[in-house]
């Protein structure tokens, strides 16, 4: 079993900055690429940006030079600071990873993973 649990979500003033944390425990034997999405009501949950374990990263155009991807691969979290929040960054936030998970004390199948998501609310 594997869980991926988010936090740092909030209400914001725009132009405002966050950080979002996501941890990922449970029978983990490595992970791969990580990520976070996110879905505003009414819209098709997007790509925001990824990350690779060996720290290559990846952007959608509308948050690139406004938002960070990092990873710590020791505590096996991902991070997103976002700064210059804009009231279109509003939408639940979604992380992922892609994890190899021990089985029967080896090395197991790959699986996508999913929390269960934070709300970020850029309003004045």
């Known amino acids: 079993q594997v869980q991926l649990v988010e936090s740092g979500g909030g209400l914001v003033q725009p132009g405002g900055s966050l950080r979002l944390s996501c941890a990922a425990s449970?029978?983990?034997?490595?992970?791969?690429?990580m990520g976070w999405y996110r879905q505003a009501p009414g819209k098709q949950r997007e790509l925001v940006a990824t990350i690779t374990s060996g720290g290559s990263t990846n952007y959608v155009d509308s948050v690139k030079g406004r938002f960070t991807i990092s990873r710590d691969n020791a505590k096996n979290t991902v991070y997103l600071h976002m700064n210059s929040l804009k009231p279109d960054d509003t939408a639940v936030y979604y992380c992922n990873g892609q994890i190899k998970i021990m089985f029967g004390g080896s090395p197991g199948p790959t699986v996508s993973s999913w929390g269960q998501g934070t709300q970020v609310t850029v309003s004045s």
């Open positions: 449970g029978s983990i034997f490595s992970i791969g690429v």
